[in-house]
Protein backbone atom coordinates (compact mmCIF):
# COMPACT_ATOMS: atom_id res chain seq x y z
CA UNK A 1 0.00 0.00 0.00
CA UNK A 2 1.41 3.94 -0.84
CA UNK A 3 0.68 6.69 1.36
CA UNK A 4 1.48 9.84 0.12
CA UNK A 5 1.54 12.82 2.52
CA UNK A 6 1.05 16.37 1.38
CA UNK A 7 2.57 18.66 3.90
CA UNK A 8 4.50 21.98 5.01
CA UNK A 9 5.94 20.01 7.74
CA UNK A 10 7.73 16.49 5.96
CA UNK A 11 10.28 16.77 8.77
CA UNK A 12 7.92 16.20 11.43
CA UNK A 13 7.07 12.70 9.76
CA UNK A 14 10.95 11.60 10.06
CA UNK A 15 10.78 9.88 13.78
CA UNK A 16 7.32 9.05 13.02
CA UNK A 17 8.44 6.80 9.60
CA UNK A 18 11.60 5.33 11.34
CA UNK A 19 10.55 3.21 14.43
CA UNK A 20 8.32 0.16 15.38
CA UNK A 21 5.39 -1.04 13.12
CA UNK A 22 5.57 1.00 10.30
CA UNK A 23 9.63 0.64 10.02
CA UNK A 24 9.22 -2.87 9.78
CA UNK A 25 6.40 -2.49 7.31
CA UNK A 26 8.06 -0.56 5.24
CA UNK A 27 11.04 -2.40 5.48
CA UNK A 28 9.17 -5.56 4.01
CA UNK A 29 7.92 -3.56 1.04
CA UNK A 30 4.48 -3.64 2.55
CA UNK A 31 3.90 -0.26 2.69
CA UNK A 32 5.52 2.63 1.09
CA UNK A 33 5.26 5.96 2.16
CA UNK A 34 6.57 9.33 0.09
CA UNK A 35 6.41 12.85 1.77
CA UNK A 36 5.88 15.88 -0.24
CA UNK A 37 6.71 19.50 0.55
CA UNK A 38 4.48 21.73 -0.53
CA UNK A 39 6.21 25.12 -0.38
CA UNK A 40 8.22 22.97 -3.42
CA UNK A 41 5.13 24.25 -5.26
CA UNK A 42 5.31 28.12 -4.33
CA UNK A 43 5.09 30.29 -7.28
CA UNK A 44 7.94 32.21 -5.62
CA UNK A 45 10.77 29.92 -5.52
CA UNK A 46 13.07 32.19 -3.48
CA UNK A 47 10.93 32.58 -0.46
CA UNK A 48 8.22 30.39 -1.11
CA UNK A 49 5.12 31.77 0.34
CA UNK A 50 2.38 29.56 0.01
CA UNK A 51 -0.28 31.40 2.40
CA UNK A 52 -1.92 35.13 2.17
CA UNK A 53 -4.66 36.94 4.11
CA UNK A 54 -8.26 35.68 3.93
CA UNK A 55 -10.15 37.84 1.69
CA UNK A 56 -13.05 39.54 3.74
CA UNK A 57 -10.63 39.77 6.26
CA UNK A 58 -10.67 37.78 9.69
CA UNK A 59 -7.74 36.39 11.62
CA UNK A 60 -4.85 34.10 10.17
CA UNK A 61 -3.46 32.79 6.91
CA UNK A 62 -4.90 30.37 4.48
CA UNK A 63 -3.01 27.86 2.27
CA UNK A 64 -3.33 29.67 -1.50
CA UNK A 65 -5.26 27.52 -3.95
CA UNK A 66 -2.48 27.46 -6.70
CA UNK A 67 0.72 25.65 -5.24
CA UNK A 68 -1.72 23.03 -3.39
CA UNK A 69 -3.83 22.18 -7.01
CA UNK A 70 -0.23 21.99 -8.37
CA UNK A 71 1.38 19.73 -5.52
CA UNK A 72 -1.63 17.34 -5.25
CA UNK A 73 -1.78 16.92 -9.12
CA UNK A 74 2.12 16.63 -9.48
CA UNK A 75 1.78 13.75 -6.73
CA UNK A 76 -1.01 12.21 -7.97
CA UNK A 77 0.85 11.68 -11.19
CA UNK A 78 3.50 10.40 -10.17
CA UNK A 79 2.27 6.93 -9.71
CA UNK A 80 -0.51 5.40 -12.26
CA UNK A 81 -2.41 3.82 -8.97
CA UNK A 82 -5.84 5.12 -8.74
CA UNK A 83 -5.91 6.73 -4.51
CA UNK A 84 -8.19 8.14 -2.29
CA UNK A 85 -7.99 11.48 -2.00
CA UNK A 86 -8.18 12.89 1.40
CA UNK A 87 -7.77 15.87 3.35
CA UNK A 88 -7.91 16.23 7.88
CA UNK A 89 -9.88 18.81 8.93
CA UNK A 90 -12.09 18.86 12.59
CA UNK A 91 -14.28 19.72 9.98
CA UNK A 92 -14.59 16.57 8.44
CA UNK A 93 -16.28 12.63 8.82
CA UNK A 94 -15.42 11.18 12.26
CA UNK A 95 -12.34 8.58 10.98
CA UNK A 96 -13.43 5.03 12.82
CA UNK A 97 -12.34 1.59 12.82
CA UNK A 98 -14.83 0.71 9.72
CA UNK A 99 -13.39 3.97 8.01
CA UNK A 100 -9.78 2.67 8.84
CA UNK A 101 -10.93 -1.25 7.25
CA UNK A 102 -12.35 0.33 4.91
CA UNK A 103 -9.04 2.31 3.82
CA UNK A 104 -6.78 -0.79 4.21
CA UNK A 105 -8.50 -2.24 1.19
CA UNK A 106 -7.06 0.89 -1.11
CA UNK A 107 -3.69 0.62 -3.07
CA UNK A 108 -2.85 3.87 -2.30
CA UNK A 109 -3.83 6.72 -0.22
CA UNK A 110 -3.10 10.68 -0.82
CA UNK A 111 -3.00 12.61 2.83
CA UNK A 112 -3.46 16.23 2.60
CA UNK A 113 -2.52 18.11 5.91
CA UNK A 114 -3.58 21.84 6.36
CA UNK A 115 -2.01 24.20 8.77
CA UNK A 116 -2.77 27.84 9.79
CA UNK A 117 -6.57 28.33 9.40
CA UNK A 118 -6.96 26.00 6.44
CA UNK A 119 -7.26 25.91 2.66
CA UNK A 120 -8.49 28.26 0.54
CA UNK A 121 -12.14 26.36 -0.41
CA UNK A 122 -10.93 25.68 -3.97
CA UNK A 123 -8.76 23.27 -3.09
CA UNK A 124 -11.57 20.84 -1.97
CA UNK A 125 -13.83 22.57 -5.04
CA UNK A 126 -11.26 21.65 -7.44
CA UNK A 127 -9.22 18.40 -5.84
CA UNK A 128 -12.71 16.70 -4.47
CA UNK A 129 -10.86 15.13 -1.78
CA UNK A 130 -12.39 13.32 1.46
CA UNK A 131 -12.52 15.25 4.20
CA UNK A 132 -11.51 13.36 7.26
CA UNK A 133 -11.63 13.99 11.02
CA UNK A 134 -10.01 12.28 13.70
CA UNK A 135 -12.23 14.07 16.69
CA UNK A 136 -13.74 17.18 17.87
CA UNK A 137 -10.54 19.03 18.34
CA UNK A 138 -8.31 21.22 16.84
CA UNK A 139 -4.72 20.61 15.94
CA UNK A 140 -2.02 22.94 14.34
CA UNK A 141 -2.03 21.32 11.74
CA UNK A 142 -2.94 17.59 10.07
CA UNK A 143 0.02 15.87 9.94
CA UNK A 144 -0.95 14.34 13.66
CA UNK A 145 -4.26 13.61 12.41
CA UNK A 146 -2.38 12.07 9.24
CA UNK A 147 -0.04 9.75 11.57
CA UNK A 148 -3.08 8.34 13.10
CA UNK A 149 -4.78 7.30 10.10
CA UNK A 150 -1.88 5.71 8.55
CA UNK A 151 -1.36 4.00 11.86
CA UNK A 152 -4.71 2.77 12.05
CA UNK A 153 -4.74 1.38 8.82
CA UNK A 154 -1.25 -0.25 8.13
CA UNK A 155 -2.02 -2.28 11.47
CA UNK A 156 -4.72 -3.68 9.18
CA UNK A 157 -2.34 -5.17 6.28
CA UNK A 158 -2.11 -8.68 6.36
CA UNK A 159 2.01 -9.43 7.58
CA UNK A 160 2.13 -6.06 8.98
CA UNK A 161 1.36 -6.92 12.99
CA UNK A 162 2.99 -10.41 13.89
CA UNK A 163 0.15 -11.91 15.25
CA UNK A 164 -3.03 -11.29 13.34
CA UNK A 165 -5.49 -12.39 15.72
CA UNK A 166 -4.53 -9.36 18.35
CA UNK A 167 -6.34 -7.30 15.92
CA UNK A 168 -9.05 -9.27 15.54
CA UNK A 169 -9.89 -9.25 19.11
CA UNK A 170 -9.58 -5.74 19.39
CA UNK A 171 -11.88 -3.28 20.26
CA UNK A 172 -14.16 -1.90 17.33
CA UNK A 173 -12.38 -4.33 14.71
CA UNK A 174 -14.46 -6.31 12.43
CA UNK A 175 -17.49 -4.49 13.75
CA UNK A 176 -16.82 -5.35 17.15
CA UNK A 177 -19.23 -2.71 18.94
CA UNK A 178 -17.48 -3.76 22.36
CA UNK A 179 -14.88 -2.35 24.25
CA UNK A 180 -11.91 -4.91 24.94
CA UNK A 181 -12.13 -7.22 27.77
CA UNK A 182 -9.45 -6.37 30.61
CA UNK A 183 -6.09 -8.51 30.09
CA UNK A 184 -3.49 -10.00 32.93
CA UNK A 185 -0.25 -11.48 32.30
CA UNK A 186 2.57 -12.72 35.18
CA UNK A 187 3.07 -12.31 37.91
CA UNK A 188 -0.48 -13.46 38.97
CA UNK A 189 -0.37 -11.21 41.85
CA UNK A 190 0.76 -8.06 42.65
CA UNK A 191 1.22 -5.68 45.70
CA UNK A 192 -2.26 -7.60 46.64
CA UNK A 193 -3.79 -7.50 43.26
CA UNK A 194 -4.53 -10.80 42.03
CA UNK A 195 -5.27 -12.39 38.68
CA UNK A 196 -9.01 -13.57 38.10
CA UNK A 197 -8.77 -17.19 39.02
CA UNK A 198 -10.90 -17.79 36.07
CA UNK A 199 -7.57 -17.08 33.63
CA UNK A 200 -5.74 -19.55 35.01
CA UNK A 201 -8.09 -22.05 35.75
CA UNK A 202 -7.78 -23.65 31.80
CA UNK A 203 -11.70 -23.81 31.22
CA UNK A 204 -11.72 -22.51 28.18
CA UNK A 205 -15.93 -21.85 28.09
CA UNK A 206 -15.74 -19.99 31.31
CA UNK A 207 -13.22 -17.61 30.24
CA UNK A 208 -14.45 -17.00 26.79
CA UNK A 209 -17.55 -16.31 29.28
CA UNK A 210 -15.64 -14.13 32.02
CA UNK A 211 -14.59 -12.13 29.24
CA UNK A 212 -17.36 -11.16 26.63
CA UNK A 213 -19.34 -10.53 30.38
CA UNK A 214 -16.31 -8.13 31.22
CA UNK A 215 -16.63 -6.57 28.01
CA UNK A 216 -20.19 -5.90 27.83
CA UNK A 217 -19.95 -4.15 31.53
CA UNK A 218 -16.93 -2.58 30.53
CA UNK A 219 -18.89 -1.14 27.31
CA UNK A 220 -21.76 -0.18 29.66
CA UNK A 221 -19.67 1.90 31.85
CA UNK A 222 -17.91 4.10 29.34
CA UNK A 223 -19.53 3.42 26.26
CA UNK A 224 -23.15 2.92 26.52
CA UNK A 225 -23.67 4.99 23.22
CA UNK A 226 -22.53 1.57 21.46
CA UNK A 227 -24.52 -0.83 23.33
CA UNK A 228 -27.49 0.64 21.68
CA UNK A 229 -25.75 0.45 18.52
CA UNK A 230 -24.93 -3.02 18.78
CA UNK A 231 -28.65 -3.63 20.01
CA UNK A 232 -29.66 -2.04 16.70
CA UNK A 233 -27.62 -3.64 14.49
CA UNK A 234 -28.84 -6.88 15.98
CA UNK A 235 -32.59 -5.83 15.35
CA UNK A 236 -31.94 -4.43 12.42
CA UNK A 237 -29.53 -6.75 10.96
CA UNK A 238 -29.98 -5.27 7.30
CA UNK A 239 -30.05 -1.57 8.71
C1 LIG B 1 -10.97 22.41 4.53
O1 LIG B 1 -10.16 21.96 5.63
C2 LIG B 1 -9.03 22.65 5.94
O2 LIG B 1 -8.75 23.67 5.37
C3 LIG B 1 -8.16 22.03 7.01
O3 LIG B 1 -7.47 23.06 7.69
C4 LIG B 1 -6.90 22.83 8.92
C5 LIG B 1 -6.62 23.91 9.71
C6 LIG B 1 -6.04 23.73 10.96
C7 LIG B 1 -5.72 22.46 11.41
C8 LIG B 1 -6.00 21.39 10.60
C9 LIG B 1 -5.60 20.03 11.08
O4 LIG B 1 -6.65 19.14 11.26
C10 LIG B 1 -7.19 19.10 12.55
O5 LIG B 1 -6.97 19.96 13.37
C11 LIG B 1 -8.04 17.94 12.83
C12 LIG B 1 -8.27 16.88 11.99
N1 LIG B 1 -9.12 16.05 12.64
N2 LIG B 1 -9.46 16.57 13.83
C13 LIG B 1 -8.80 17.73 13.96
C14 LIG B 1 -6.59 21.54 9.34
Not at 3 to 27: M, Q, R, S
Not at 41 to 47: C, E, N
Not at 70 to 81: D, F, G, L, N, R
Not at 199 to 228: F, M, N, P, Y
Amino acid sequence: MRFDIVTLFPALFEGYLGEGLLNKAIKNELVDIHRHDLRDFAPDSVHRPVDDKPFGGGPGMLIQVEPTVKCVEAVQAMSPMPARKILLTPGGKRFDQRMAEEFATDQRLILLCGRYEGFDQRVTDIWQPEEISIGDFVLNGGEVAAMVIIEAVIRLIPGVLGDQQSNIDDSFSQGNRLLEFPQYTRPREFRGHTVPDVLTGGDHGAIAKWRAEQSRLRTQARRSDLLVESENDIKNPNA
